[in-house]
């Protein structure tokens, strides 16, 4: 089992580009979970989703946007990047409690 | 609103002693807490988890103490060895229902163990 998947690991935006975060699961897990990592910071929930075809704001949902495509799969699109989503974006999933995490996304906004 | 925060930003053990990690949280509705390890590079792995029914849960060589009373929480590492560094997490969740499992985090602890 792969665990948790994250495309692509590093990218660089200008500032008014968009893109797409991917992230797919292979655990058969009802939960997703988009969150951020600043540095010396803790993680903060993004955007999740509790099972299939439902997404809820997390803390930090604003310049963000999520599709749960389909049970494994669930994207983080950023429309408009700012320098301020300069950051480590991680993905997870979950059956209850217990969330096991991706490696990450390396994303910086100039 | 509520947050989970750690008391000690960074930890500095020899290789062979116990380490103890320590987080205050401020919820009083939370009801689950897990520790994470995240090294350099990775994302956060899980370590171990407690239940708000308990006070107490032991794995491999790590522990987890809850007292509810104060608000905290601690992760005792027995041994510690070089490959326990790594900056550790405290997580709580409050949320009941489908939305069980968000977890708020708290800002880490760096955990260095000299050889």
């Known amino acids: 089992n792969a665990g948790v998947t994250q495309t692509p690991k590093f990218q660089v935006l200008k500032t008014g580009q968009s893109m797409t975060l991917q992230c797919a699961q292979d655990m058969n897990h009802n939960s997703m979970y988009w969150y951020r990592q600043d540095p010396g910071m803790g993680l903060r929930l993004i955007y999740y989703s509790a099972s299939e075809g439902t997404t809820d704001k997390g803390e930090v949902p604003n310049g963000y946007n999520v599709s749960r495509l389909n049970k494994r799969e669930f994207s983080l699109r950023l429309e408009s990047a700012a320098p301020s989503q300069t950051s480590v974006y991680f993905c997870?999933?979950?059956?209850?409690?217990?969330?096991?995490f991706g490696p990450g996304t390396r994303l910086t906004v100039t | 609103g509520e947050s989970v925060g750690l008391h000690l930003p960074t930890l500095s053990v020899q290789e062979g002693d116990n380490s103890i990690i320590n987080c205050a949280y401020s919820?009083?509705?939370?009801?689950?807490f897990i520790w994470y390890k995240q090294e350099s590079g990775k994302g956060p792995q899980f370590i171990i988890d407690i239940r708000s029914n308990m006070d107490k849960r032991q794995g491999q060589r790590v522990t987890v103490l809850l007292n509810k009373t104060v608000k905290h929480l601690s992760l005792q590492i027995a041994a510690t060895q070089p490959g326990d560094s790594a900056v550790y997490f405290c997580?709580?969740?409050?949320?009941?229902?489908?939305?069980?499992?968000?977890?708020?985090f708290g800002q880490g602890t760096i955990l260095t163990v000299h050889p």
């Open positions: 919820n009083s509705a939370s009801d689950y």
């Open positions: 997580a709580e969740s409050s949320a009941g229902g489908t939305s069980y499992g968000k977890l708020t």
């Open positions: 997870a999933s979950s059956e209850i409690y217990e969330q096991y």
